[in-house]
């Protein structure tokens, strides 16, 4: 599956929401990540984020799932952070 995730934490729990998110997804833009994901590591994923938020009722991770990307389309406006874009 493909999905979107961002998160909205405590300053102090977004380094280590940075690096988990790294570790499954592809980093956009500040707290905004993307990618393919398994299903198994989707649930680890979700996992080890719900470990970090603390104040579940002022911080949160939205996540949009994708079964196909097959009628979508990327348009980036500016500088483009995602790590596997290469220019030929």
Do not use: P
């Amino acid at each position: 599956m493909f999905i979107i995730l961002y998160y909205d934490v405590d300053k102090k729990r977004c380094g280590k929401m940075l690096r988990t998110c790294r570790q499954y997804l592809q980093w956009v833009q500040n707290s905004v990540f993307e990618g393919e994901i398994s299903d198994a590591n989707y649930e680890e994923m979700v996992h080890n984020l719900t470990k970090i938020i603390k104040k579940k009722d002022e911080e949160s991770i939205v996540i949009y799932k994708f079964r196909t990307m097959q009628y979508s389309k990327r348009v980036v406006i500016g500088a483009d952070k995602k790590e596997d874009i290469k220019f030929i």
